[in-house]
């Protein structure tokens, strides 16, 4: 049976770096065809990218991909440092728009497309797809990886002025809204009641299990973790730390508790932070506390490498605040295919700690408690001492997969077609 043809509009995709939304499209895209439809992704010059990675990281392999120039206001526009706000509405990437909504049509026309998808929170790309259907008359999803107008949220008046007429205009322009979590369909039915029920779908994130296999086939054997009793233990967060809403303030006042009460836990622990896009910051917070020794701030690697990272660590970390309660970390469902211990700092009235519970696969601590955290530490390393851990199994683990995941994409996009 012959594929369709879906047009996926997304900023963040190869060769762009630090991002796990750029896995999300790309996993879309190429197991998209299993579920009977060809993507033709749009996205961005890579010099609109903050970082680009190469290798196996840049490999879209054979996705039909069609770039449209974008430029940084921040970056490419600016003069002094400061650049027309009106080239930054609703986001730095407006010039994105220019050129990609003329490409969209043609693509659509050319391409006989028969369903639209852009993903949020590069703003501009809703931008582009309301356009796109706007003057196609194509069936258009529109993807909250995140949500987006959250009252105070953007802090700039004129930002957050424009991302809600925004978010309004999708809500009545678009055929579909895909979320990532419970709470935020929860809370956009909330907002936008006169909906249908079924207009709000959620389509989670998820882990790739070709990419853990490429991994596992790099350690020539399944992972061997040395018994814990007595040994130093290592806990790694992999990627993107924000300052804001992944604080890790709390998280080293307690291992510097540790340290000053000459607890033997300052001993057994290290940990590892690996990519953060902050390490300047949070090296200042660690030499003013004096845990350079407990603490490691580790570069990016390709994708590939850290995947075998997690899955040869002793435990996983997740910081998470409150303010993100409707969120989860796109990391969280590959901590669960790795099968390591997770500790997971955030609200246990939030999305995060509802997903670890559902799946019985980690310790809970809020995010903003050191003695909490300090606890929740102490009761990580004798779990592992005691050997009481049990990973998700795989068969348990593989409902988050990525290719899972795609076919509940695909069943939205049916549901458009005639």
């Known amino acids: 049976m012959a594929l369709r043809n879906a047009l996926l509009i997304a900023f963040q995709f190869p060769p762009m770096r630090g991002s796990s939304a750029v896995q999300r499209t790309l996993r879309f895209a190429q197991h998209l065809p299993k579920a009977g439809w060809k993507p033709i992704v749009l996205t961005a010059t890579p010099g609109a990218y903050d970082a680009v990675s190469t290798g196996v990281d840049s490999d879209t392999g054979s996705i039909e991909v069609h770039r449209a120039l974008a430029l940084d206001a921040a970056r490419h526009l600016s003069l002094f440092g400061r650049y027309p706000q009106r080239l930054a509405l609703p986001d730095r990437w407006r010039t994105w728009a220019y050129r990609a909504v003329p490409t969209a049509i043609r693509l659509a026309r050319e391409r006989k497309v028969d369903v639209v998808w852009s993903t949020f929170p590069i703003a501009t790309a809703h931008q582009i797809g309301l356009a796109v259907a706007e003057r196609t008359g194509l069936p258009w999803i529109a993807e909250f990886r995140d949500p987006m107008w959250q009252g105070d949220y953007p802090p700039d008046p004129r930002v957050n002025a424009s991302w809600k007429e925004l978010e309004e205009r999708v809500f009545r322009c678009a055929s579909r ?157 590959e901590y669960f295919r790795a099968g390591r211990p997770i500790v997971a700092l955030t609200d246990p009235a939030g999305d995060t700690a509802a997903a670890l519970n559902e799946a019985a696969a980690g310790i809970i601590a809020p995010l903003d408690s050191a003695a909490a955290i300090a606890a929740a530490l102490r009761e990580f390393v004798r779990r592992c001492d005691a050997q009481e851990w049990r990973p998700l199994s795989r068969l348990s683990a593989g409902r988050y997969s990525r290719e899972h995941r795609t076919a509940e994409l695909a069943e939205v996009f049916g549901e458009l077609q005639p």
């Open 177 to 333: 809204v895909i979320v990532t979590t419970r709470g935020a369909a929860r809370d956009y039915r909330a907002r936008f009641p006169e909906v249908d029920d079924g207009f709000i779908r959620i389509v989670e994130n998820g882990f790739d299990e070709d990419a853990f296999a490429s991994a596992e086939s790099r350690l020539g054997s399944p992972a061997v973790i040395a018994p814990a009793a007595g040994r130093r233990l290592t806990l790694l967060h992999s990627g993107v730390i924000y300052p804001s809403e992944r604080d890790p303030a709390c998280l080293f006042d307690a291992l510097a508790s540790f340290k000053s009460r000459g607890d033997a836990m300052a001993g057994r622990l290290t940990l590892k932070l690996r990519a953060t896009s902050n390490d300047a910051l949070f090296r200042r917070m660690i030499e003013g506390r004096g845990i350079e020794d407990m603490v490691q701030l580790e570069p990016p690697i390709d994708y590939v490498s850290a995947l075998e990272e997690m899955l040869t660590t002793d435990g996983l970390l997740i910081l998470q605040a409150a303010n993100c309660n409707t969120q989860v970390p796109a990391k969280l469902y």
